[in-house]
């Protein structure tokens, strides 16, 4: 069994508790990107698309949809919400849809999840492959601030019933690391003892309750904001306005900056 697919059973609740109600995020790209910088919008691509839950909320206000991501896990749960048709299986550095549209989303810090630079910019240049004339560009990144503090102070527990899942991040050379790792409890044992240490990825902790544990790491990564701008730049994109989504002004110590770009 491979680890994400158990941690996909905790994926949007968690994504959820992170971040702002999802009413609010999708409040705010159609209200403050959307409606603001390109209100002739029809068509969508949202790129890193996970289960579609932006989506969903996105067609309810009557715009064509087409998600695309990287994870078959991910889209085939994102069936279960949309109409398989408009789900793409496809890296976001390197795909041809053979349309364009009128904007293009990446939403949820999901470019982080590029590593290296030139897959930044493999991503800029399928964008504006894809992208009407004056067709907007709306991303989000955690900021180089923000992986930093993470990874200085964090550890956060959630818990799903018998299970409980814990996140914390590292850094390891110029990558920040997120451990995932997941109790699942896997069975009831009778008189059993406690046992204070792992054996073999069991843990037994209290009488009666086995639970075994997965582990997963998920790499991410980010780039200074003037970097960003400068290749944006390069790549045939104005860029109309950048947001600090908690604060409005983006300043040394913002956490989370939306992009909000036009292609020439």
């Known amino acids: 069994m491979k680890t994400y697919d158990v941690f996909l059973e905790y994926y949007d609740k968690i994504v959820r508790s992170i971040n702002n109600p999802l009413e609010d995020e999708v409040e705010f790209l159609v209200e403050d990107c959307i409606k603001e910088y ?4 029809k068509t969508i691509l949202e790129t890193a698309c996970g289960t579609w839950e932006v989506a ?35 890296d976001m550095t390197d795909f041809n849809l053979e349309k364009t549209f009128d904007t293009i989303l990446c939403n949820y810090n999901s470019i982080c999840h590029l590593l290296k630079w ?42 799903f019933g018998n299970d409980t899942v814990c996140l914390e991040m590292n850094k390891k050379d110029w990558i920040y690391e997120w451990l995932v790792k997941i109790f699942k409890k896997s069975s009831n044992l009778e008189n059993t003892e406690i046992v204070p240490v792992q054996k073999d990825k069991k843990w037994i902790q209290g009488t009666g309750t086995e639970y075994t544990l997965i582990e997963e790491v998920v790499r991410e990564n980010s780039f200074p904001i003037n970097k960003i701008k400068k290749e944006l730049k390069e790549k045939w994109f104005k860029i109309l306005e950048m947001i600090d989504y908690h604060y409005g002004e983006v300043i040394a110590q913002s956490e989370r900056v939306y992009f909000i770009c036009k292609k020439k």
């Open 118 to 159: 030139e897959q930044w910019q493999a991503f800029f240049d399928m964008s504006n492959k894809h992208l009407e004339k004056d067709g907007l560009l709306v991303f989000d990144i955690n900021t180089l601030y923000e992986f930093d503090n993470i990874t200085n102070d964090f550890a956060q527990f959630y818990n």
């Open 56 to 90: 969903r909320e996105l067609i309810k206000k009557w715009y064509k949809l087409t998600g695309l991501d990287i994870s078959e896990k991910m889209l085939e749960k994102a069936e279960k919400n949309m109409n398989k048709k408009d789900l793409v299986l496809a």
């Open 38 to 41: 390109k209100p002739e919008t």
